[in-house]
């Protein structure tokens, strides 16, 4: 009778355990799951949620959200250049964009890089509208922004770009001086905000250069004596006393299905004031696009186990 009651104290104390070790490890399984729940990061569409650990202290790299979009704006153009024509032409202007925006590492995962390549081609007429010119730029921006306000719906970011941007002018009456080149770089002052709304979300970026080079042929010099070797000036740098120019951009996402819509107006004003020759190009435009938002995960890094016996 008596090692009958033993056997089943044991075997109480047996099933005490077991209970007490599938609770703790049931409580356990609850805590990562809402660590888990905690984070959500966008993926291609707005229904489209995976769900991530956004905490280094676990030891699991921060995800890194990227934003990809494909734009193009329609709008009006503003084209003035003294070495062609002493008159204004006005006209219209398509502008081609592509943009990528990324989360870094740098500064505790608090930069952003930013890259954009531009198409802009315009077409603008004399006040008499009996000649036209024509303008074609290709430009790369490449750069980013430390966020220094940053919350779940606010975003405000300091920054800058460096920019490098080649193209012409043609006028199509002159015959000795046809066309005009352009070339310039520049480093630029960039300040970028965001909003997000239950709607969607709403970005607004400012850029301003304050030093660079550009290339300007003299008053009256032909592109036959450039070729000839007679280069001298062409070359000056760029500052705020013969170069202005501003860019301002303002866009909004719309979640529309599953897709994403991105509407807004980009201003672009450019003009310089080298070798007694005036030049400006300013254009304002509707913007439509398309973004694209993707997650990337940062490189672990190497481990060499060898020595370590795995």
Not at 93 to 114: A, N
Not at 257 to 275: A, L, P
Request: hydrophobic share 35%.
């Amino acid at each position: 009778m008596m090692i009958r009651r033993r056997k089943n104290k044991y075997i109480f104390l047996l099933f005490l355990s077991v209970c007490v070790f599938i609770n703790l490890q049931a409580q356990n399984l609850v805590d990562k799951t809402h660590a888990l729940d905690s984070v959500e990061i966008e993926g291609y569409a707005p229904q489209k949620r995976t769900i991530v650990i956004d905490d280094s202290s676990l030891g699991v790299p921060i995800p890194l959200r990227t934003n990809n979009a494909l734009s193009v704006s329609i709008g009006s153009a503003n084209m003035y250049d003294t070495y062609l024509s002493p008159l204004e032409y006005k006209g219209f202007s398509i502008h081609l964009m592509y943009e990528q925006m990324r989360r870094t590492t740098w500064f505790d995962y608090k930069f952003y890089k930013q890259q954009i390549f531009e198409l802009d081609l315009s077409k603008g007429d004399n006040p008499a509208k009996n000649v036209s010119e024509y303008w074609a730029l290709l430009s790369y921006r490449i750069g980013g922004h430390y966020m220094v306000y940053n919350t779940d719906n606010f975003r405000l970011g300091l920054g800058g770009l460096w920019d490098i941007n080649g193209g012409v002018l043609y006028n199509e009456r002159n015959g000795n001086n046809p066309a005009s080149a352009r070339a310039y770089s520049n480093l630029n002052l960039s300040v970028t905000a965001s909003y997000k709304f239950k709607w969607g979300a709403v970005r607004w970026q400012i850029d301003s250069p304050f030093m660079g080079i550009l290339f300007s042929p003299k008053y009256g010099q032909s592109y036959y004596e450039i070729s000839l070797g007679n280069s001298v000036g062409l070359v000056n740098f760029a500052s705020y006393d013969n170069q202005r120019a501003l860019r301002n951009y303002i866009s909004m996402d719309i979640p529309i299905n599953k897709y994403t819509i991105r509407v807004g107006y980009m201003g672009s004003w450019y003009q310089t004031k080298v070798n007694e020759i005036q030049t400006h190009q300013y254009t304002n435009s509707f913007v439509i696009g398309f973004p694209i938002e993707g997650v990337k995960k940062p490189k672990e890094k190497a481990r060499i186990d060898y020595w370590n016996g795995k």
